[in-house]
């Protein structure tokens, strides 16, 4: 199964070392190029930084789709997390926030968080 990621659930699975947890669960993560970018931004964590600088060969970083704007009340991540799991008919979105939560269910996506913040 294929799962695109948003930028939370892979900051904070860094974070506690435990983002290999995925590999298992899903045959390919993919990350939206806005996903990356964030996770990159100064104020990240170095773990974080340097795992997206080079990630293991089961993610993949894709080019964002065409934005939505319907979905411009949600942050960038997020936006591009949901318009590529869409595009690329994936099987599941990892995603943490609740308002994107909520935007992908209503969008029929299956939704997978790492962090409940209801």
Partial sequence: MIVVADTGPVHYLVLIDAV???K???????VPQTVATELQGTGTPDAVRIWIAKPP???EIR?????DPALQFLDPGERAAITLALSLDAGRLLIDEREGRAEAERRHLLVTS???NK
Wanted: with cysteine.
């Fill in 63 to 67: 080019p964002d789709p065409p934005p």
């Fill in 57 to 59: 060969e089961w993610c």
């Fill in 20 to 22: 290999d947890a995925l």
């Fill in 114 to 116: 790492v962090v409940s």
């Fill in 24 to 30: 298992p669960l899903y045959s390919r993560v993919l």
